[in-house]
């Protein structure tokens, strides 16, 4: 790989000059991460092994300074802990304008620059240059992760209300970035090839890497299954209207877990983190036991190691969360774990940590309490019917035959043992 390759990465070269030379600098490179690309820690991480990859090929002793964009610490400690550390890297807030050596996670070696070493770098993406909005480009992100969605699913995912969205789409739409498809029964919108392109141009992924099988979801789920995780943001925002929700995504790579939905916020100044499980309840119970030990296991170390509050949620049938309590040994006091009817949208109990809360109960048909209009004693109930006693249908008198087999492999099977 020649130095001209290095003018495909989207990098910004922020050189340290150890000596006061200038033909002795710290190597190092300046990656721009945001929260609001639509993108899981997960993926970012795989996108900044990429570019490490290609510094590798490229420079003889490259750094990365890598800067996020968000409003809290947990995204950033997520990338923190998926990076693969192959040279020395620092990942800090967005807010920091400077770097200094022993910030990075390994010591820099120095370099000495000759003529021609200065790189060449590719621009960061600009909205404005393909004119092209910040909130339609939010829509065409969620849309190139999903591949195919319906519109309250991106709206969910996006964050924004399901008018601005429509308005959005067709925007899109009318720019060949996405097309309207259907989706099993029902008509949806898929994201087209120059869509996908735009998507992850914007997310400066370098020219010529394969990015396919990072982007999207990691499991396959059915149609109700997908649409109830898809909408987790929504449910949360319309069932909490004190929460502030910064961002969600579906199938998450999580530690050693992949939550369905994973929404990540702010509450009681403090931020929190909801995990999503749907069941469909087609396993058996002793597989939902092995199942959901695990995966609540895996949300509480990380709930742990992280010091950030989890909320964990069941959504499915009824019988489905009333068993769900068996599945889990322990309760700890820093997670909260609720249930719900997946049909019950926008309802959810109230969070108290260290105990489980369910909202089954919530969706029974309480009598109203305001007086009758009329008086009921007026009308009195209308006879009941007199049902008809249907007779029996006779026995059949046919005779029944056997096929036989069974017959004739007991009778030889106690002739032979007799006759042993």
């Known amino acids: 790989m020649t130095d001209n390759d290095l003018s495909r990465i989207p990098l910004e070269w922020a050189p340290i000059y150890p000596m006061q030379r200038k033909d002795v600098v710290f190597d ?41 964009e968000a409003p809290g610490d947990w995204f950033r400690y997520e990338i923190k802990r998926l990076i693969k550390y192959k040279i020395p890297m620092t990942v800090q807030p967005a807010r920091k304008t400077s770097v200094l050596e022993r910030e990075f996670y390994q010591s820099i070696r120095p370099t000495y620059l000759r003529e021609g070493d200065v790189p060449v770098l590719a ?10 909005k910040e909130s339609a480009l939010h829509v065409l992100q969620v849309l190139a992760r999903l591949k195919t969605a319906y519109r309250p699913e991106i709206a969910s995912l996006a964050g924004f209300s399901e008018s601005h969205v429509r308005n959005l789409l067709k925007q899109l739409q009318a720019e060949n970035l996405i097309e309207r498809r259907k989706i099993g029964k029902y008509e949806g919108y898929a994201i087209r090839t120059k869509g996908l392109s735009l998507a992850q ?14 982007r999207g979801e990691f499991r396959y789920a059915g149609e109700r299954h997908r649409r109830v995780s898809r909408r987790w943001r929504a449910w ?29 916020g702010y509450k009681d100044k403090c931020e929190i983190l909801f995990w999503l499980e749907v ?28 010091g950030i509050p989890i909320v964990f949620c069941i959504m499915g049938l009824p019988w489905v969360v009333q068993f769900f309590p068996l599945c889990i040994p322990y309760l700890y006091p820093n997670m909260a774990l609720i249930g719900q009817d997946w049909r019950a949208f926008g309802k959810l109990p109230i969070i108290e940590f260290g105990t489980w809360m369910s909202g089954i109960e919530d969706r029974k048909k309480y009598p109203t309490e305001k007086p009758l209009p009329f008086d009921p004693s007026q009308y009195p109930p209308k006879p009941k019917k007199e049902k008809k006693g249907i007779p029996a249908k006779p026995k059949s008198t046919k005779p029944k035959y056997s096929k036989g087999f069974d017959d004739a492999d007991r009778w030889y099977r106690s002739r032979s043992e007799g006759e042993e």
């Open 236 to 264: 949360l925002e319309a069932a909490y209207p004190t929460v502030e929700i910064w961002e969600c995504w579906t199938e998450v790579p999580l530690f050693d877990g992949i939550p369905d939905a994973l929404a990540w």
């Open 123 to 132: 621009p960061r993406f600009d909205p404005v240059e393909y004119g092209i």
């Open 28 to 68: 190092i490179f300046k990656h721009h991460v945001s929260y609001k690309d639509g993108l899981p820690p997960y993926a970012q991480a795989r996108i900044i092994d990429l570019m490490v990859n290609r510094l590798i090929k490229t420079r003889r002793y490259p750094a990365l300074w890598i800067s996020v």
């Open 201 to 214: 141009r914007s997310w400066n992924i370098p020219k010529g890497v394969h990015f396919t099988k990072y």
């Open 279 to 306: 069941d469909s309840g087609h396993s058996s119970e002793k597989v939902m036991r092995r199942n959901y030990s695990r995966r609540f296991q895996n949300a509480y170390r990380h709930a742990k190691r992280l």
